[in-house]
């Protein structure tokens, strides 16, 4: 009887369904009627069961099934319809993975797990949107994306608050199309795929795959974005112009955001970029730019507003362009805060980090650790703005093409605080270009470059010329403890940096002789001291023909040799000083046993002016 009815039914259609009513047999109320009327079956316990070969009438009000009722789907081509109208399922929900549940456009409310494939939609955006809609606000709300072929959109993904999108993990590591066809979602619109604009939001385990027109692939941000989660995620493609995860509030507020776990890769636009964000959590990423023909990807952009960032584990392999940029290019305060352990690039077509002009002298205080700039077609680290920049803890700055750090700051940007420390800056100038390990332009302020290992064994290919050269004014260098040995020409070479601001001691490099050390103060010790020496010496007034010299003054100092060096500069500013501020007279100075040595020259006819020289020998 039974089994009559049922075919009767599907042959009748929705029109008889109607006037059919709800059983309940042993607490289950089949969906023979309406659903109202399964609902009134049911009462406040049992179960209410829509079988697959029953059209469902639409609803024509507004239903509640109670928090003790459980909603059971067969499965196949019954849907609820329920335009114009709201359902409201308090009650646990059973159904198939996939398979719509709902038609029409009302509205469906009360759920916490759900499948996107249950709602109406144009695409997979569309569903998910409809699906978190569903879930009760304030609540818990999991999506969870089951096994499927790739599901293509172009209806943005936008996150509810709570919002758990969850797929089976796929694991793509190619960095070239090879992996497209396995990703489970494909965003072919060109705006942003994915917008994460509200609190707690997580996205796991899923592989979105971009189009070349998309703007963003994950955007974490808006007016409000707090602890928002990327985890076990692949992100990848995408154009030029895209940027495969972004994080920025900018006028709003963004905190305690993070990636983790994720693969971001074989993009040519920009993997991660943060700014108007505080508290920022990057950690065990890898940022992988596409493999071939790739020189305008950046890996990591950290840009205005952003505070607060902390790195752990970030690998920006074949980094495109750069590896690392930290600039101030938008509206708002200077980027500042920066921790980073174990941050990684390789293979830059430009400079493997990049610490931009545009910072000037703000206080970034950025420290990395344990970090690697390698194998950039330029510099490993190029650092043109920003103070209290740290790289040390063991950090490896290796086989780039030129300098392994260039410092290369103007005096009215002149960065503070840059210290260099504990790290291996080793084998650069593989280009052959006369670069070094460290260079030092312009005019920064203070350096200190310590305890590291300078040289270029035992990388191969390396002939970093100075481990330190520095061809500006610094406003305070300090070198010391350095190991320095096996570079082509020696270990620092600054004649541009006034005596008073300079401090070199504790330096080794036994193929390259024994190093001196020199303070800019004096040197008390408990013993009369045989290598060092110094004093002010006044230079010859009388005139001068042109191309001619004065007669050497000499100055007898015990204990000096030919082995030692001397270090001098003038004693007051050349301005207005006859011969000296435009530069017609020259000084050179030498050693010889027991004597330092001046003579004083000039180019054209002049009768110097009144001028002395402050001298040291070590």
Request: negative net charge; hydrophobic residues 40%; contains cysteine.
């Amino acid at each position: 009887m039974k089994k009559l009815c049922f075919a009767i039914l599907l042959f009748c259609g929705t029109a008889f369904a109607q006037h059919m009513t709800a059983s309940n047999i042993n607490g289950t109320c089949v969906v023979l009627g309406t659903l109202a009327q399964a609902v009134t079956c049911a009462g406040s316990t049992g179960v209410i069961e829509v079988p697959s070969i029953i059209p469902v009438p639409a609803m024509t009000g507004n239903i509640t099934i109670p928090s003790g009722v459980t909603l059971k789907f067969d499965g196949g081509a019954s849907c609820i319809t329920t335009t114009g109208f709201t359902l409201t399922i308090n009650g646990p929900l059973i159904a198939p993975s996939n398979g719509q549940l709902f038609c029409g456009s009302g509205t469906i409310s009360g759920l916490g797990e759900v499948r996107p494939g249950w709602f109406p939609g144009a695409d997979i955006g569309a569903q998910i949107n409809a699906a978190a809609a569903s879930c009760v606000a304030g609540s818990q709300c999991r999506i969870t994306i089951p096994p499927s072929a790739q599901l293509s959109f172009s209806t943005g993904i936008v996150f509810v608050a709570n919002e758990t999108l969850e797929c089976v993990r796929h694991g793509i590591t190619t960095n070239d199309s090879s992996g497209d066809t396995v990703s489970i979602l494909k965003y072919t619109g060109s705006g942003t795929a994915i917008t994460m604009g509200t609190d707690n939001g997580r996205f796991v385990g899923c592989d979105l795959l971009l189009g070349s027109s998309a703007t963003e692939g994950v955007h974490i941000g808006g007016s409000h974005a707090y602890s928002n989660h990327i985890e076990d995620a692949s992100i990848r493609e995408g154009g030029t112009g895209t940027t495969l995860v972004h994080i920025s509030c900018p006028g709003g507020f963004c905190e305690d955001n993070h990636v983790a776990h994720s693969r971001i890769n074989d993009f040519v636009g920009k993997g991660v970029s943060i700014d108007n964000a505080n508290d920022t959590f990057l950690y065990q990423n890898t940022a992988y730019g596409r493999a071939a023909g790739n020189t305008t990807s950046i890996a990591l952009l950290i840009d205005s507003g952003a505070g607060g960032i902390n790195i752990n584990n970030f690998l920006a392999g074949s980094a495109g362009l750069h590896g690392l940029v930290i600039q101030h290019t938008l509206a708002g305060l200077f980027p500042h805060f920066i921790l980073a352990h174990d941050f990684e690039s390789d293979n830059a077509g430009g400079d493997g980090w990049l610490f931009d002009s545009s910072l000037q002298s703000s206080n970034l205080d950025a420290t990395f650790l344990d970090s690697w700039a390698a194998g950039s077609a330029e510099a490993g680290i190029h650092i043109s703005g920003g103070s209290g920049i740290t790289i040390g803890g063991g950090s490896r700055i290796r086989v780039n093409q030129h300098d392994g750090i260039l410092i290369d700051v103007t005096a009215a940007q002149a960065e503070y605080g840059t210290t260099i420390a504990d790290s291996y800056i080793q084998g650069n100038n593989q280009a052959n270009g006369g670069f070094n390990g460290i260079s030092i332009t312009g005019h920064p302020g203070p350096v200190v470059i310590h305890g590291n290992h300078i040289n270029n064994f035992p990388e191969v290919g390396g002939l970093q010329q100075y481990a330190v050269a520095v061809t500006g004014d610094v406003e305070g260098l300090i070198f010391s403890d350095n190991d320095c040995a096996q570079n082509v020409t020696g270990c620092l070479n600054a004649p541009s940096v006034i005596g008073t601001k300079l401090t070199y001691f504790g330096n080794m490099a036994p193929s390259l002789g024994q190093q001196p050390n020199y303070f800019p103060g004096g040197l008390l010790t408990n013993a009369a001291s045989s290598f060092f020496a110094s004093g002010t010496t006044a230079m010859p007034i009388g005139a001068l023909g042109a191309n001619t010299c004065s007669s050497a003054v000499t100055v007898a100092t015990a204990g000096v040799t030919t082995a030692m060096r001397i270090h001098w500069n003038l004693h007051s500013t050349p301005v207005a000083v006859n011969g000296y501020g435009n530069s017609p007279v020259t000084i050179n100075a030498w050693l010889t046993t027991g004597n330092v040595n001046f003579i004083q020259c000039a180019t054209t006819a002049v009768t110097p002016g009144a001028m002395s020289v402050d001298w040291v020998v070590f």
